[in-house]
T-cell receptor, first 114, second 111 residues
């Protein structure tokens, strides 16, 4: 079956602009995670959804970052007033129910803020 | 979740077994050991996980010491396509907790 998909694959924007990154999880997966990966580092957790609600948003760096999952499937990560330090690969993962453990990752969106 | 310690990098000859170690000396009784890998420019790929028994699947074997303070991921016949960064993660079961990836081991398979 189809895996986790993310769009766009690459996004270049200017400092101060607003961006949205989309994640389509595996069908039927109720848990969805966003991570951010900087060059040379492992992925770092941002936020976790169980269904439509954010169960843990402790990894969001500041209030410029926000994520939604209104129907419990597709999720959008929103970044306001982008800064050069936001440049990274943003990864999305989904899991069947958040309890089974195994997370399946998408290919990521590479965000570049000029 | 407990932290893990892995070597920064390793080399392995093509066709030989690749043995990737991981220390997790502060692991709790309800924490599983997971292994993921990340090939350049791709998202992390699940490999295997286990609690205390050794596990094997089509990709790899996972050997966990009896005291569970360390484990080894074994790729039995490494190929060039196994060149990747390998992450060892410990995580409490039955929670929605995130994975703490660390910096992993960069494995290079040499022809």
């Amino acid at each position: 079956g189809a895996g986790v998909s993310q769009t766009p694959s690459n996004k270049v924007t200017e400092k101060g602009k607003y961006v949205e990154l989309r994640c389509d999880p595996i069908s039927g997966h109720t848990a969805l995670y966003w991570y951010r990966q900087s060059l040379g580092q492992g992925p770092e957790f941002l936020i976790y959804f169980q269904g439509t609600g954010a169960a843990d948003d402790s990894g969001l760096p500041n209030d410029r970052f926000f994520a939604v999952r209104p129907e419990g499937s597709v999720s959008t990560l929103k970044i306001q007033r982008t800064e050069r330090g936001d440049s990274a690969v943003y990864l999305c993962a989904s899991s069947f129910d958040g309890l089974a453990g195994t997370q399946y990752f998408g290919p990521g969106t590479r965000l570049t803020v000029l | 979740d407990a932290k893990t310690t892995q070597p920064t990098s390793m080399d392995c000859a093509e066709g030989r077994a690749a043995n990737l170690p991981c220390n997790h000396s502060t692991i709790s009784g309800n924490e599983y050991v997971y292994w993921y890998r990340q090939i350049h420019s791709q998202g992390p790929q699940y490999i295997i996980h286990g609690l205390k028994n050794n596990e094997t699947n089509e990709m790899a074997s996972l050997i966990i010491t009896e005291d569970r303070k360390s484990s080894t991921l074994i790729l039995p016949h490494a190929t060039l396509r196994d060149t990747a960064v390998y992450y060892c993660i410990v995580r409490v079961a039955n929670t929605g907790n995130q994975f703490y990836f660390g910096t992993g081991t960069s494995l290079t398979v040499i022809p």
